[in-house]
């Protein structure tokens, strides 16, 4: 069974930047988009950011021109390159991954802004 690996999240401060990891641990086909999503406690899920299989992206107006969604195919990977990071930007972030058929989410992986 596929399963989807976050990681790279962490403790930074205000200002700083991290780089999350979406590792599948097998080849999904048929591939139509992928996304990131964060929650943090007591608020609703997030959609933050969207690549499809084109590669086209989209951004909440929240991240646009601090965060960069990017793919790298042969690696089976997404990544999520997130700069100036700030306190409200702590959340888990999930990987959610959609194909034809389904759809795949990763455990998350937690990331604090605070000084």
């Known amino acids: 069974q596929v399963q989807l690996v976050e990681s790279g999240g962490g403790l930074v401060q205000p200002g700083g930047s991290l780089r999350l990891s979406c590792a599948a641990s097998?080849?999904?086909?048929?591939?139509?988009?992928v996304d990131w999503f964060r929650q943090a406690p007591g608020k609703q899920r997030e959609l933050v950011a969207e690549?499809?299989?084109?590669?086209?992206?989209n951004y909440a107006d929240s991240v646009k021109g601090r965060f960069t969604i990017s793919r790298d195919a042969a690696k089976n990977t997404v990544y999520l390159q997130m700069n100036s990071l700030k306190p409200e930007d702590t959340a888990t972030y999930y990987c959610?991954?959609?194909?034809?058929?389904?759809?795949?989410w990763g455990k998350g992986t937690l990331v604090t802004v605070s000084s």
């Open positions: 959610k991954v959609h194909s034809r058929s389904r759809e795949y």
């Open positions: 097998g080849t999904i086909f048929q591939i139509n988009y």
């Open positions: 690549i499809t299989s084109a590669g086209y992206t």
